[in-house]
């Protein structure tokens, strides 16, 4: 058992970060080895966006499916000063398509890593998600971690099944920290965007990637960026230096954060999903010196997610809670969108 508590974690400390391979943990585990941390694992069935780190210089992966290795997991947490759990399915079309697979996963088997937790003493950073916060109920205010309702739609609309899964994991682990079993902060992302995010395709047959690859797929390769319902929903788009700059800051301060939820966003980054297109075309064009053929056309969410996919309007998120440690988001909008799509257009200049 680990004998480091929540408020003792220092840059000799072993992390395990299981789901290190995604956008995310990638962008994350550079950001650890870069303020030297030297005991930092990665779990993941993928190491691609890991490549430029050289292992052995604080810096471990290690293949992994949580979902049939348990043995091998809980071995690990015993191991582990702190866990950093980012394992989830995280796509709204996943959601509509394979929504027993998304509760499998994002509530089943990463209730067993907070059970090992729990069971061996080794404090947890469990990564949530904004959707949790479902729709806005008509309030104009920012989403507060600790106070704002949490309105899901009904239940033959898939598209909240992710957010219940994420919400009822983050209940247990709340109800497990008030009996004293588990140290915790739970996280809550808002739209963060920058290099390497999954994924970009030459056509809709490939799959449909979240908004911001979508956008840029599109305009790549000419295909149309499609807005659903007519683009009206808005987003706080936050840069991933921004965003891991804020995780860093709550591993630094494990000790104030002991058993709280936490979010992370860029409340002043909020864009309409038919401006963000519209904003991305002017800055690729800008960008990559060329004109893109991609058209910016409507279509119903029916068609293009399929039956019982909802959204929410708006989600602005309150971060007093980082405020309080001197934590802002120094990227705004232009700043956010410009670099993200820079990094894709040398990387797809580099490819020819």
Not at 3 to 23: E, L
Request: aromatic share 8%; charged share 25%; with cysteine.
């Amino acid at each position: 058992m680990s004998s480091v508590n929540i408020g003792r974690i220092d840059k000799a400390s072993r992390m395990a970060v299981f789901g290190g391979g995604g956008f995310i943990g990638s962008h994350l585990i550079k950001g650890l080895t870069a303020k030297r941390y030297t005991s930092v694992l990665c779990l993941d069935l993928v190491e691609d966006k890991l490549q430029r780190l050289v292992p052995g210089a604080g810096f471990e992966f290690r293949r992994c499916d949580i979902r049939q290795e348990d043995q091998v997991v809980r071995a690990v947490i015993e191991e582990s000063d702190l866990v950093i759990d980012l394992v989830a399915y995280a796509n709204p079309i996943v959601y509509i398509e394979s929504p027993l697979e998304v509760v499998e996963l994002n509530l089943f088997d990463n209730l067993k890593i907070v059970d090992h937790c729990a069971r061996l003493g080794t404090p947890l950073i469990q990564f949530s998600t904004c959707e949790v916060y479902g729709k806005t109920g008509g309030s104009e205010d920012s989403f507060n971690e600790d106070t704002t309702d949490l309105i899901l739609g009904p239940v033959g609309n898939h598209r909240w099944i992710y957010s219940c899964a994420k919400q009822l994991l983050e209940r247990i682990i709340h109800a497990r920290g008030l009996r004293g079993e588990i140290d915790y902060v739970i996280i809550r992302p808002f739209n963060f965007i920058g290099p390497e995010m999954d994924y970009l395709v030459e056509s809709p047959s490939e799959g449909i990637p979240r908004v911001f690859p979508s956008f840029l797929s599109a305009l790549i390769h000419g295909q149309p960026m499609y807005l659903v319902d007519g683009g009206g929903s808005k987003r706080t788009l936050t840069y991933i230096d921004d965003a891991v700059e804020a995780i860093l800051l709550i591993i630094e301060n494990l000790d104030r954060l002991r058993n709280e939820i936490v979010n992370i966003g860029s409340p002043q980054n909020e864009v309409s999903m038919r401006e963000l297109a519209c904003l991305m075309r002017e800055l690729y064009e800008e960008i990559a010196g060329e004109a893109s053929t991609a058209r910016i056309m409507d279509v119903p969410a029916e068609v293009f997610y399929g039956e019982g996919y909802e959204d929410c309007d708006r989600r602005i998120p309150d971060i007093s809670k980082l405020a309080r440690l001197g934590w802002r988001p120094r990227h705004d909008l232009d700043r956010t969108l410009r670099k993200s799509i820079q990094y894709y257009c040398a990387t797809r200049l580099a490819s020819r």
